[in-house]
């Protein structure tokens, strides 16, 4: 097996990019490359060629690779429902739930599922590139850990070790990491890279000298801090968590952010837009009177985040937002919020029970057990779009006979106001057609740029393995994979 795993200092030091944009770099030298994350936990997830899901950030890897994303990619992944429990996906169906009483032990027996799915990809590619989660630093999860040391020692993977300099402390954090792991994890690890600098690399020349006199690993490169990755679909919502400024623009589309939001990188495609800025509302600030657009997005907990908005006041905000002649769409679990009641008798989410919607759909959800996960196709507001399903419910109403969407399979999809202005549907990822946004746009009295956001991205992953070419050593990293031309 020809693999390396990327391990980082901490979260959100730039794992998932630079593996992403390695996967790009080594397809573009020729070779069969896969990406490979054991165990990830987000709501952000992307549907797979094979009938499954998993993690958003493995499907970007997978397009980076020019390979369609399969199961085998994340063969474990957690979808927080609410603040000790998540939704458990398991090679891409789910099996229950975990919560921080069994959240330990119960990683433990997915390891073997684990190796099988890692084994499956080896034996397709030339290379296999892995990306951990969280840090190996972090040894009070050591026991049982299937996300960084656990897998890499149980399938004899050697790693690099990622540390970002842009939040300080960066020596600190990568000799930190030597200094806490036990010594069989530590021999693991077989080099480290500088992610994320900003200025001229020569000036942390001493500092690079150090970490590798510290710990007695080499270092494989320094990389700056690169424009391409703003382009790119973020990964988790710790984005979301550092709050996001606009500047201002003709159209304002504001989005607020719910406790379980899923898939919000929906938005991505209109936030690249020169005439839009978009809005993360965070708690605690109401949504803009002055906004065009309100989405409501994605959930992960239906019911408790149309509680959350209600408590935030922005049910209040967006009636009035409706009776000043605005329009809103509501996306997946947003277009059950829209409508007249929710239900989940079975305890789908957590505890069964109800909850009265926003009333501007005249539809309701029933909450079931079966999940919906399909790539689908099809015209909305007389623009075509691709996109994909990823839902629990049944919603249906005399609305749905204005559907939102004809799908290509014949399906109608979602449901729209008697006025023209609430839209809802479970279809995520149309946003990136430019034919439907521009469509949606001109709604709202904007212009696009009429971009594919598929070939942005597409674009940016080049860029960001051009950077890597220049800024790393890849003949080294092949080296330590055990690639042998």
Not at 90 to 110: D, H, I, M, Y
Not at 129 to 143: D, K, Q, T, Y
Not at 216 to 230: E, F, I, Q, R, T
Request: glycine share 12%.
């Amino acid at each position: 097996m020809v693999s390396v795993m990327l391990q980082g200092t901490g979260s959100d030091v730039g794992k998932s990019v630079l593996v992403a944009g390695l996967c790009r770099a080594l397809a573009n030298r020729g070779l069969r490359v896969l990406p490979f994350k054991p165990q990830n936990m987000s709501n952000n997830a992307a549907v797979t060629v094979d009938g499954g899901e998993i993690g958003r950030a493995q499907a970007l890897q997978a397009m980076a690779c020019r390979a369609q994303a399969h199961t085998d990619m994340n063969p474990v992944l957690l979808k927080p429902q609410a603040d000790r429990t998540a939704q458990l996906v398991v090679q891409g169906k789910v099996r229950g739930t975990l919560g921080s009483a069994n959240f330990l032990e119960g990683r433990r027996p997915l390891l073997p599922e684990v190796l099988e799915s890692h084994a499956r990809l080896c034996a397709r590619a030339e290379i296999v590139l892995v990306e951990g989660a969280g840090s190996p630093a972090e040894i009070n999860l050591r026991a049982g850990d299937i996300a960084n040391m656990g897998f890499a020692r149980a399938a004899n993977v050697p790693v690099v070790l990622v540390g970002d300099i842009d939040r300080g402390g960066v020596i600190a954090a990568i000799a930190g990491t030597r200094a806490v792991i036990n010594p069989e994890d530590a021999a693991m690890i077989r080099g480290f890279i500088i992610n994320k600098f900003r200025g001229d690399p020569a000036l942390f020349a001493d500092g690079y000298r150090a970490i590798e006199r510290l710990t007695d690993w080499p270092g494989l490169g320094v990389v700056p801090w690169l424009p391409a990755v703003a382009r790119l679909p973020s990964e988790d919502a710790v984005i979301l968590e550092r709050g996001l400024s606009v500047a201002s623009g003709r159209c304002l589309v504001a989005c607020p952010i719910l406790p379980r939001i899923s898939n919000f990188d929906d938005l991505d495609p209109l936030r690249q837009e020169p005439d839009v800025d978009v809005a993360m509302v965070p708690p605690g600030m109401p949504i803009p009177r002055e906004v065009d657009l309100i989405v409501l997005p994605g959930s992960k907990a239906t019911l408790a985040d149309l509680a959350f908005l209600r408590a935030q006041g922005w049910d209040i905000d967006v009636i009035a937002h409706h009776r000043a002649g605005g329009v809103i769409l509501g996306i997946c679990g947003g277009y059950q919020m829209l409508g007249r009641r929710i239900a989940d008798p079975t305890g789908i989410e957590g505890e069964n029970g109800a909850a009265e919607g926003l009333a501007l759909l005249d539809v309701e959800t029933t909450l079931t057990s079966r999940k919906a996960l399909m790539p689908v196709s099809g015209a909305a507001m007389g623009g075509t779009f691709d996109g994909y399903e990823m839902h629990m419910g049944v919603t249906a109403g005399p609305d749905c006979y204005r559907p939102f969407a004809v799908l290509d399979d014949g399906r109608r999809d979602g449901a729209m106001s008697a006025d023209r202005r609430v839209f809802g549907t479970y279809c995520h990822g149309l946003l990136s057609a430019p034919g439907f946004r521009g469509q949606l746009l001109a709604l709202l009295k904007a212009g696009s740029d009429g971009v594919d956001h598929t070939h942005r991205i597409d674009t940016a992953l080049d860029e960001l393995a051009d950077a890597l070419e220049r800024h790393l050593d890849i003949p080294a990293l092949l080296n330590i994979a055990g690639y042998r031309p």
